[in-house]
């Protein structure tokens, strides 16, 4: 079955500071790759995804993704972070077949010091 | 556009109890999902739809029932509420398949 692996469950980091967030799934196969963000007391919003074509995907507020498939990951990466990033990020791949279902990682809480 | 609307906001629950938690999507989205969040987790499907009248088992279903009569609505039903169950709960839509998920602003659930 498919899986996605968030390997940092906290990240900290100063205001401007650049930021990745790693996701590693586990399937060899095509699939589509999400990153959702979630402010607190709110539902999740789609920061960017990755169907097919270049590897390297942008997003909204100046995030973005590489996909590699070889090492089966699709890190989140922002140049220079502000206070209000500060959010839970969840990666997802969605599961081969025609049902569009997602599978979530663990979610990655941003915390932005100033 | 409201998008996702979820009813209620919050909600506790004495053991055994139920109730039905709404969701109603206002952009005739075919696609639509009930997902539940506990903390440190991340997200599990509970039950999914691909269109009215179509329903399925997602990852976490026993305890829950849905239906879906109309595009708009999906309704999802608890049945013997038990503490396993308190959790925060999310729907969401999608227009197309693999197309971006809009989610509604979820329903905290306390099962005491």
């Known amino acids: 079955a498919q899986s996605v692996t968030q390997l940092d469950s906290q990240v900290p980091v100063f205001e401007e500071a650049p930021v990745e967030l790693r996701c590693n799934y586990s399937s060899s196969v095509s699939v589509y790759l999400f990153w959702y963000v979630q402010y607190p007391n709110q539902g999740l919003q789609l920061l960017l995804k990755y169907l097919s074509g270049s590897t390297l995907v942008k997003g909204i507020n100046g995030f973005e993704a590489e996909f590699n498939k070889s090492q089966t990951s699709f890190h989140l990466r922002k140049p220079s972070v502000h206070i209000s990033d500060t959010a839970e990020y969840f990666c997802a791949v969605s599961e081969p077949g025609n049902t569009g279902k997602l599978i979530f990682g663990q979610g990655t809480t941003l915390q932005v010091k100033p | 556009n409201a998008g996702v609307t979820q009813t209620p906001k919050f909600r506790i629950l004495k053991i055994g109890q139920s109730m039905t938690l709404q969701c109603t999507q206002d952009m005739n989205h075919n696609y639509m999902y009930w997902y539940r969040q506990d903390p440190g987790m991340g997200l599990k499907l509970i039950y999914y739809?691909?269109?009215?009248?179509?329903?399925d088992k997602g990852e976490v279903p026993n305890g829950y029932n849905v239906s879906r009569s109309t595009t708009e609505d999906f309704p999802l039903r608890l049945e013997l509420a038990a503490p396993s169950q308190t959790s925060v709960y999310f729907c969401?839509?999608?227009?197309?398949?693999?197309?971006?998920?809009?989610f509604g602003p979820g329903t905290r659930l306390t099962v005491l």
């Open positions: 969401a839509s999608s227009e197309t398949l693999y197309n971006e998920q809009f």
């Open positions: 739809s691909v269109g009215a009248g179509i329903t």
